[in-house]
């Protein structure tokens, strides 16, 4: 791979889109490194539109997008070192996993159509189902022959459209595997997926799309605590909630505490780690049982909400 991980691979430069009187994307920029990268947003945010003008297939109303460099659109170069799934799956149900393969093989030109499929197969671990027609596949086998075709020219970019739709746990164990090994290569990867707790365990850096903007790009721990206009949501569990929670409520660092149907007690705290420092302190000096202390939104679920709202 040749991709420069001193710079992005993929620039989006005040990039925006519309349709007629209805905006898609505004004003959009960032820039995609070496890695693996999640869209997220939700319905109708603008990832799909993104996605799609970045790998030329659909031209911007303003701004611009560079892939290794060079222009995306119209540009049959940079299409071969680009490896495309849409989300949408348009495949031949008469076609065997193999012909849908060689297909985009011959596509792309490649002078070993035979060799790149058979490698792009085993790739994704179909190569005992390749003989079948795809209208059998399972949805699950369906987004791998998809992602084998999306493969087979050995491209230094992958732009993959909610990839992890109807896999099954063991698949996606796979999908993961597969990824960071093409990651480590050097290749650029983006994902768009609504499956935020996939790519939070997958992603590198993450791109939080809202209403055809930019809310928020980098390592979703970091976004999360540049959120310190809201406070954190911690989860305490313990023999005498009545005693702890009187307790809780003393202390600087915590705002309010709330009692669940279940017992649990919900802090509201500004500052997690000094919580969890004088929680078990605490619990102790009034002699109570502590069971459990976990932060609840330290997840990407919690900072697509918290931004979705804002």
């Known amino acids: 791979m040749t991709a420069d991980r001193g710079r992005p691979t993929i620039s989006v430069s005040h990039v925006s889109k519309w349709y007629g009187n209805v905006v898609a994307i505004s004003d959009v920029s960032f820039g995609v490194f070496p890695g693996i990268t999640g ?26 997008i560079s892939v290794l460099d060079e222009p995306v659109r119209a540009n049959p170069d940079i299409y071969r070192k680009v490896g495309v799934m849409p989300e949408h799956d348009a495949l031949y149900p008469f076609y065997t996993g193999r012909d849908f393969v060689e297909l985009s093989a011959r596509l792309h030109g490649l002078p070993d159509v035979a060799g790149a499929a058979s490698r792009a197969i085993d790739m994704v671990n179909l190569g005992d189902a390749q003989g079948r027609k795809v209208g059998g596949y399972s949805r699950g086998m369906r987004q791998r022959i998809r992602l084998a075709a999306s493969l087979v020219h050995d491209p230094e970019v992958l732009l993959l459209d909610e990839p992890l739709n109807g896999t099954d746990p063991r698949q996606r164990i796979e999908f993961h595997s597969l990824l960071q090994r093409l990651s480590d290569e050097g290749r650029t990867i983006l994902i768009s997926s609504h499956i935020l707790e996939e790519v939070e365990t997958l992603a590198d850096s ?11 790009a980098g390592d979703f721990h970091a976004i999360r605590e540049k959120l310190d206009e809201r406070p954190y949501k911690v989860l305490i569990e313990c023999d005498r909630p009545r005693v702890l929670a009187a307790a809780l409520v003393a202390l600087d660092s915590v705002e309010s505490v709330a009692i669940e149907t279940s017992g649990a007690l919900v802090a509201m705290s500004r500052s997690v780690a000094e919580l969890q420092r004088t929680v078990p302190r605490l619990a102790q000096s009034e002699q109570v049982r502590l069971t459990r202390l976990e932060p609840l939104d330290d997840s990407l679920e919690s900072v697509f909400g918290y931004l979705v709202e804002a």
């Open 39 to 64: 869209l997220l947003g939700p319905n109708g945010a603008g990832k799909t539109t993104l996605l799609r003008m970045m790998a030329g297939l659909s031209r911007v109303s303003e701004g611009e």
């Open 206 to 216: 993450i791109l939080l799309m809202v209403s055809g903007k930019l809310a928020a």
